[in-house]
T-cell receptor
Framework: SQQGEEDPQALSIQEGENATMNCSYKTSINNLQWYRQNSGRGLVHLIL?????REKHSGRLRVTLDTSKKSSSLLITASRAADTASYFCATDDRGKTSYDKVIFGPGTSLSVIP | DTAVSQTPKYLVTQMGNDKSIKCEQN?????MYWYKQDSKKFLKIMFSYNNKELIINETVPNRFSPKSPDKAHLNLHINSLELGDSAVYFC??????????????FGSGTRLTVV
């Protein structure tokens, strides 16, 4: 089944810098989502971008989607120590059913150093 | 109020035992999921129920049996636990057909350790 692959696997930056994470996927999608997971916690939905959208913003988050390259990027501007977490991209996969199934990539571990 | 709550948060048990994890959501969603996250943080879907009907059943050993008494609850029973079952299990919920459009709401996870 299709799956997003995040890049890099791990990223360490200083507070105040921007963080960019990339996601590549294999097949056509209806939409792509980004989630954050703090250590020991569940995943939190950050943003969803549809296949007919190219860019979306939410606060300090900016997501782009290039369906021709089957890739997406998540930019966190002016990072804070509290942004330290793992970030996952997720793509829908209808498979053989009419129900949407979300497949997660392996994630990018972001460390923001105060 | 917690939107998606799982119990227990931690579960340590011996090989061969049978255990259950419970999940409840108060969001009014009609679809619920179980995901397994391994030690490398890779998330894999296991099951999904829509209005108490099983709609996604991935390649999971039949020692794992989900049960949904109503659309607000989805429990996971595991028989004859093995060392390889050690992982964090996440419950999630969404609204049917648009779960992939509006995102999933996850519980905080159940860390299962089999010794």
């Amino acid at each position: 089944s299709q799956q997003g692959e995040e890049d890099p696997q791990a990223l360490s930056i200083q507070e105040g810098e921007n963080a960019t994470m990339n996601c590549s996927y294999k097949t056509s999608i209806n939409n792509l989502q980004w989630y954050r997971q703090n250590s020991g916690r569940g995943l939190v939905h950050l943003i969803l971008i549809r296949s007919n959208e190219r860019e979306k913003h939410s606060g300090r988050l900016r997501v782009t989607l290039d369906t021709s390259k089957k890739s997406s990027s998540l930019l966190i501007t002016a990072s804070r120590a509290a942004d330290t977490a793992s970030y996952f991209c997720a793509t829908d996969d209808r498979g053989k059913t009419s129900y949407d199934k979300v497949i997660f990539g392996p994630g990018t571990s972001l460390s923001v150093i105060p | 109020d917690t939107a998606v709550s799982q119990t227990p948060k931690y579960l340590v048990t011996q090989m061969g035992n049978d255990k259950s994890i419970k999940c409840e959501q108060n969001l009014g969603h009609d679809t619920m999921y179980w995901y397994k996250q391994d030690s490398k943080k890779f998330l894999k879907i296991m099951f999904s129920y829509n209005n108490k009907e099983l709609i996604i059943n991935e390649t999971v050993p039949n020692r794992f049996s989900p049960k949904s008494p109503d659309k607000a609850h989805l429990n996971l029973h595991i028989n004859s636990l093995e060392l390889g079952d050690s992982a964090v299990y996440f419950c999630a919920s969404s609204q049917r057909g648009v779960g992939a459009n509006y995102g999933y709401t996850f519980g905080s996870g159940t860390r299962l350790t089999v010794v």
